[in-house]
């Protein structure tokens, strides 16, 4: 009687250990295939505005859009172009640029900078008595 009890235990494990093993070893593969389409998912997008702050150091840029007039903040990637300008250093504030970023993990991230336009720093103009020394 042990025996056939041991028998039938062993019976009912394999039987959930056969029909339940492919249920778990989809798990796996699936699991990868979710981030593999979440990584390819991303959204890309483009911007056309104008910069209201730019940090070269830690890569940030604020840039207010032309249409709606939204300022998006964004981290600038470490293998973004910059064209019309040599440097991020270089992109100033009231610059008229186009980017190109993508959004993950609901940041920005900027992959193409193009300066449309540099703004016209206006100096101030001289003090009267510095006019009238001269």
Not at 49 to 61: C, E, K, L, T, W
Not at 105 to 114: D, H, K, R, Y
């Amino acid at each position: 009687m042990k025996t056939y009890l041991a028998l039938v235990i062993i019976l009912i494990f394999l039987f959930f250990l056969i029909s339940f093993a492919p249920l778990s070893l989809a798990q796996g593969p699936s699991e990868e295939m979710a981030d593999e389409v979440a990584a390819d998912e991303e959204m890309y997008d483009y911007l056309h505005g104008i910069v209201m702050n730019i940090d070269p150091h830690s890569r940030q840029i604020a840039i207010r859009e032309n249409d709606s007039g939204e300022i998006y903040q964004m981290f600038v990637g470490k293998d973004a172009t910059i064209e019309g300008a040599d440097s991020l250093s270089d992109i100033g504030v009231d610059d008229s640029v186009n980017v190109d970023y993508y959004t993950v993990n609901n940041q920005l991230v900027a992959t193409n900078i193009v300066v449309e336009e540099k703004s016209v720093k206006q100096e101030a103009p001289a003090t009267l008595e510095k006019v009238l020394s001269d």
